[in-house]
């Protein structure tokens, strides 16, 4: 019993915590103007925004003036809410107004140092925030290229995807051009991180990263082995590059035709025969398990011996037997049967002729039945001749 009592206090402590955290300290009190950054580099000929906050802790709603004194001759200070130009702002109790001072600096002003002071004023309640706003020359671009996982495992049939983020450390905007390097016939392209279009160059707010996916195709007769991809984003004068690496394992690449490369056979009505067949893999990896299949007219059968080859060592052959046996009512011409390999998603399938014949029996009963009818023939003249 006690165990419960404790557990359930426990629960409504905790949720009583962020509701206590949520609270404004009530020993602060008053009207403050606040910035995270009161001293700020613009260069000439630029606009440039700091970010304000007018704060009311513990006072009663009120009107207060907003104003920017000691600006430059030339210089445009301008104070927006809600981005709008305004006036005065008015906080509610413990709640704080976003405020932006824009700065339109001229392109000849001198690289010296100047202090703005924004101010709110009310009936009972005034307050100030001295900037200090330094002129200098932009700082040259600078570009840095993270990838997500530099290094990817696949077979000739994946298709990798890199994610890189581009970051801008420089005091302007820039618009970034990619491009990748890689071995001859991988196909490479760039899409948005979260996308399908594909992009040659992508635009990136001063100091703001962006995520872009690399994709890259290589050519289904590729070797196994580690290639290296180099990926590189400039802008302007900066330059930033980054090494990515493809494992590309083995995989076996399975191709079937008959002994001497022959793709076809010649069978008889409605009896079983052996069509030798000649799997092999020219891929970079062994082939296990490969199971033979095959397909042929209505009524046809196709089975093999042996049903399944073990194993085939990249470069290698292997022999089997397609026995095909055609229906007995199967007239003589050229039909065509499929036979097929089968390796662990590796598949492979050719087509033979057939060439149909009629069965010696018949031939043997027709030469039978010839005779016969040249027997009597001859018994006849024998017997009537003499007459």
Not at 98 to 103: I, V, Y
Not at 199 to 207: E, F, Q, Y
Not at 364 to 387: D, E, H, Q, S
């Amino acid at each position: 019993m006690k165990t419960s009592v404790i557990a359930v206090l426990l629960v409504f402590a905790s949720l009583m915590l962020p509701a206590a955290a949520a609270e404004p300290n009530k020993d602060i009190k008053g009207l403050y103007l606040l910035t995270d950054y009161p001293a700020v580099s613009v260069r000439p000929g630029t606009t440039s925004t700091v970010s304000l906050r007018l704060q009311n802790y513990g006072l009663p709603p009120e009107r207060y003036a907003l104003t920017v004194d000691g600006i430059p001759p030339g210089w445009t200070a301008t104070l927006l809410g809600g981005g709008q130009p305004i006036a005065a702002a008015m906080p509610a109790t413990d709640q704080s107004v976003s405020l932006q001072l824009r700065l339109d600096v001229p392109a000849k002003a001198e690289l010296t140092s100047q202090t703005l002071t924004v101010k709110a004023d009310g009936q009972g309640n005034n307050v100030s925030l001295p900037l200090t706003i330094n002129l200098a020359k932009e700082l040259p671009a600078k570009l840095a290229i993270t990838p997500q996982l530099p290094s990817l495992r696949g077979t000739p049939k994946s298709s990798f995807d890199y994610t890189l983020g581009i970051k801008n450390d420089s005091g302007r905007n820039l618009t970034v051009s990619v491009a990748a390097t890689a071995p001859r016939n991988f196909e490479t392209s760039f899409t948005e991180a979260y996308g399908t279009q594909e992009l040659s160059s992508v635009h990136i707010d001063a100091g703001a990263s962006k995520d872009v996916k690399l994709k890259v195709r290589p050519p289904s007769s590729v070797d196994a082995g580690t290639f290296p991809i180099e990926v590189t984003a400039s802008a302007a004068d900066a330059t930033a590059k980054t090494e990515l690496t493809m494992e590309i394992a083995g995989q076996p690449r399975l191709s079937i035709a008959g002994r001497d490369g022959l793709v076809s056979a010649r069978a008889v009505a409605g009896e079983q025969t052996t069509v030798p067949i000649v799997v092999a893999n020219d891929g970079t990896a062994p082939a296990d398990n490969i199971d033979l299949s095959g397909s042929a007219p209505s009524g046809w059968k196709v089975t093999f011996e042996p049903k399944t080859i073990e194993r085939i060592a990249p470069n290698a052959t292997a022999e089997a037997n397609a026995l095909v046996t055609p229906t007995d009512k199967s007239l003589a011409g050229d039909y065509m049967a499929t036979i097929r390999a089968a390796s662990r998603g590796e598949n492979a399938s050719t087509q033979f002729r057939v060439t149909v014949g009629t069965s010696t029996t018949w031939g043997m009963v027709g030469v039978g039945v010839i005779g016969a009818a040249l027997l009597l023939m001859v018994g006849a003249v024998a017997r009537f001749g003499r007459r």
